[in-house]
């Protein structure tokens, strides 16, 4: 009878244990890969840059590249995260940071998890100097597109 207990009593040092130690991540939050966004050219499957989206503690950081020589990177391309997809845009969400060196990163003080709510998100590229003809020229402002979406 001792002997079947002491056994027992092992069994669950050795369970708990192992259940501390790391050995059940089932409970442990998961990290979420980056999404990779394609960025379209307006009005074609044409692509000219890529964003990604990835997590960075309790905060979101947003990198949009372009490809050089189809759209080039500079100072009058405005870059957005807004609602919607790129065929129904909706509201602006985010301002992004500009063209640095061809590349734009924007630290986003918001999780990953609170941006999935909001899905489906796109991330826009248009030209600044339209930005007060916008309502006039509509979709023509864009330059490119990229959809996100679950």
Not at 57 to 66: D, H, K
Not at 72 to 94: Q, V
Not at 103 to 116: Q, Y
Request: glycine content about 10%.
């Amino acid at each position: 009878m001792k002997r079947l207990l002491w056994f027992l009593v092992v069994i669950v040092l050795i369970f708990g244990a192992f259940h501390f130690w790391g050995g059940d991540q089932s409970s442990a939050e998961a990290v979420s890969l980056p999404w990779e966004v394609p960025l379209l050219a307006l009005g074609s499957d044409f692509p000219v840059g890529t964003a990604v989206i990835s997590e960075n503690g309790r905060q979101t950081l947003v990198e949009v590249s372009l490809v050089l020589g189809k759209l080039e990177p500079s100072a009058t391309l405005a870059l957005h995260l807004k609602r919607g997809t790129c065929s129904a845009l909706g509201e602006s969400l985010f301002v992004l940071n500009p063209f640095e060196n061809g590349l734009s990163k924007t630290t986003l003080d918001l999780s990953r998890r609170a941006l999935e709510v909001g899905l489906p998100l796109t991330v826009s590229v248009h030209h600044a100097g339209m930005l007060n003809q916008s309502r006039a020229l509509g979709a023509e402002m864009y330059a490119a597109c990229g959809t996100i979406e679950e």
